[in-house]
């Protein structure tokens, strides 16, 4: 089954403490992307990356770092999360012609206390 | 980032009646994305419109981009429980980007 995976979907930590969520597509989508949903402010974008070794900043990617070292995976990692990183986390991949097509993952929800 | 209203943030309404939310921008679109999120779950894609003008139907969803590319609309048709959701649009940048508007929340009561 194409499927984008999310791990862990729920997380409760504290400040300071580093964390990753990992990312996983099995459908060999050269487009990946990080965005974080909150009420209010909707969807915004963390980092994207066209590639394997090709990253990209997105509206909000203060606090966030990510890596592609692999096509299949894009691990999200906050180096020393804070309480305003408390969010809904969404993974989504695409391929590179239909990167405005995306399929998404069902969601991390991140508390930071 | 180029910015997406949509409205009404939310509408409530019973089952079987019809309903249209809207999608504006002072910007043009290449093309415009519907997404429906239920809740606990991602996003998913309804539709992509191209064409200025175009109309697509998905069964008991009609979706128009406006002759312009700056808006678009969703009309339900016989609004059921399962058409409720958070409506998505998102249109695209042109920078290899999707930018989001914040929603249309649709509760259809049984």
């Known amino acids: 089954e194409a499927q984008v995976t999310q791990n862990p979907r729920y997380l409760i930590t504290v400040t300071g403490k580093k964390l990753t969520v990992t990312c996983s597509q099995n459908?060999?989508?050269?487009?990946m992307s990080w965005y974080r949903q909150d009420p209010g402010l909707g969807l915004r974008q963390i980092y994207y990356?066209?590639?394997?070794?090709?990253?990209d900043k997105g509206d909000v990617p203060e606090g966030y770092k990510v890596s592609r070292k692999e096509k299949r995976n894009f691990p999200l990692i906050l180096e020393s999360p804070s309480p305003n990183q408390t969010s809904l986390y969404f993974c989504?991949?695409?391929?590179?012609?239909?990167?405005?097509?995306?399929?998404f993952g069902p969601g991390t929800r991140l508390t930071v206390t | 980032t180029q910015l997406l209203e949509q409205s009404p943030q939310f509408l409530s309404i019973q089952e079987g009646e019809n309903l249209t939310v809207y999608c504006n921008s002072s910007?043009?679109?290449?093309?415009l994305q519907w997404y429906r999120q239920e809740p606990g779950e991602g996003p998913v894609l309804l539709v992509t419109?191209?064409?200025?003008?175009e109309v697509k139907k998905l069964k008991r969803l009609t979706f128009q981009f406006g002759d312009a590319r700056k808006d678009s609309s969703l009309h339900i048709t016989a609004a059921q429980p399962g058409d409720t959701g958070l409506y998505l649009c998102?249109?695209?940048?042109?920078?290899?980007?999707?930018?989001f508007g914040k929603g249309n929340q649709v509760v259809v009561i049984p």
């Open positions: 459908m060999n989508h050269e487009y």
């Open positions: 990356s066209m590639n394997v070794e090709v990253t």
């Open positions: 998102a249109g695209a940048e042109g920078n290899n980007r999707l930018a």
């Open positions: 419109v191209v064409t200025g003008g």
């Open positions: 989504a991949s695409s391929l590179v012609g239909d990167i405005y097509e995306q399929y």
């Open positions: 910007s043009v679109f290449s093309s």
